[in-house]
C-alpha cells in the first residue's frame, strides 16, 4: 500500500554517510480484495477496492560505501475505499500506513552514471479507517522490490526519484469471525523527495 530513496552521485556514492528527508508520492492499489467468504451463506461486500491516492513520509538511508546502502522509511496515506454490498455501492475512509526496509545496490551502467539503484526488501502495511473496523488482522508483511535514482541539487542536498512495487497476499478477517479468501496483492507506489545528505 503505499510510495524516495535512491543512489548517490558518483562522488558520493563512494564515501559513506547518512541521508535523511521527507517524500511525497501516490499510492496505486492494482487490483481488488474481498473475493467472496468462503462457506458463509450471506451478503457480505463481492468486490472491493482502494482508490489511488497522495502518500506522504520520510525516509533514512545508511550508505555503506561503494554505492550500496540500506533504506527505512514510513509512509501514509488516505486512501478510501469503493466496495458493492447488495448490490449498493459505497466509499468508505480507508488509511494505509506502510514502512519498509531495504537494500539498495547499484546499477552499473556508464551511461547513467552510476545514479540509479535498484532495491529489495520487506514492507509492514497497517491499514485502519471506516472500512476496517469490522475486520481483524489488518496488517501484512510484504515483499519490496524497485528502482531509484539520485540528483544532487546542492551542497548536502539531494533529490529522490523512486518507484516501488509491494507484492503480499492479504486475507481480511471479520470480527465475528468470517473469513475470506486469501487475495494475492500488487500495489504501486512512485515518490519524489528532497534529502539532508551529510556525509562522514
Given at each position: 500500500?503505499?510510495?524516495?530513496?535512491?543512489?548517490?552521485?558518483?562522488?558520493?556514492?563512494?564515501?559513506?554517510g547518512?541521508?535523511?528527508?521527507?517524500?511525497?508520492?501516490?499510492?496505486?492499489?492494482?487490483?481488488?480484495?474481498?473475493?467472496?467468504?468462503?462457506?458463509?451463506?450471506?451478503?457480505?461486500?463481492?468486490?472491493?477496492?482502494?482508490?489511488?491516492?497522495?502518500?506522504?513520509?520520510?525516509?533514512?538511508?545508511?550508505?555503506?560505501?561503494?554505492?550500496?546502502?540500506?533504506?527505512?522509511?514510513?509512509?501514509?496515506?488516505?486512501?478510501?475505499?469503493?466496495?458493492?454490498?447488495?448490490?449498493?455501492?459505497?466509499t468508505?475512509?480507508?488509511?494505509?500506513?506502510?514502512?519498509?526496509?531495504?537494500?539498495?545496490?547499484?546499477?552499473?551502467?556508464?551511461?547513467?552514471?552510476?545514479?540509479?539503484?535498484?532495491?529489495?526488501?520487506?514492507?509492514?502495511?497497517?491499514?485502519?479507517?471506516?472500512?476496517?473496523?469490522?475486520?481483524?488482522?489488518?496488517?501484512?508483511?510484504?515483499?519490496?522490490?524497485?528502482?531509484?535514482?539520485?540528483?544532487?541539487?546542492?551542497?548536502?542536498?539531494?533529490?529522490?526519484?523512486?518507484?516501488?512495487?509491494?507484492?503480499?497476499s492479504?486475507?481480511?478477517?471479520?470480527?465475528?469471525?468470517t473469513?475470506?479468501?486469501?487475495?494475492?496483492?500488487?500495489?504501486?507506489?512512485a515518490?519524489?523527495?528532497?534529502?539532508?545528505a551529510?556525509?562522514?
Amino acid at each position: 500500500m503505499l510510495l524516495g530513496g535512491g543512489l548517490t552521485t558518483q562522488t558520493a556514492s563512494a564515501q559513506r554517510g547518512i541521508e535523511l528527508g521527507p517524500y511525497l508520492g501516490v499510492y496505486v492499489p492494482t487490483t481488488s480484495f474481498e473475493s467472496a467468504p468462503i462457506l458463509v451463506p450471506i451478503a457480505l461486500p463481492a468486490d472491493s477496492r482502494h482508490d489511488a491516492a497522495l502518500l506522504l513520509g520520510a525516509e533514512a538511508i545508511f550508505w555503506l560505501g561503494g554505492g550500496l546502502g540500506i533504506a527505512a522509511d514510513w509512509g501514509v496515506s488516505a486512501s478510501k475505499v469503493r466496495t458493492t454490498s447488495g448490490g449498493v455501492d459505497m466509499t468508505l475512509s480507508a488509511k494505509v500506513n506502510a514502512g519498509t526496509l531495504r537494500l539498495l545496490v547499484p546499477l552499473r551502467v556508464p551511461s547513467l552514471h552510476n545514479r540509479v539503484h535498484l532495491d529489495a526488501g520487506v514492507a509492514l502495511i497497517h491499514r485502519s479507517g471506516d472500512f476496517y473496523e469490522s475486520y481483524r488482522d489488518k496488517s501484512n508483511v510484504a515483499a519490496v522490490l524497485g528502482i531509484g535514482s539520485e540528483l544532487r541539487l546542492a551542497p548536502q542536498i539531494n533529490a529522490h526519484l523512486q518507484l516501488s512495487g509491494y507484492l503480499y497476499s492479504m486475507r481480511l478477517r471479520e470480527t465475528d469471525g468470517t473469513e475470506f479468501k486469501s487475495s494475492f496483492q500488487t500495489d504501486i507506489l512512485a515518490r519524489a523527495g528532497v534529502a539532508w545528505a551529510p556525509t562522514f
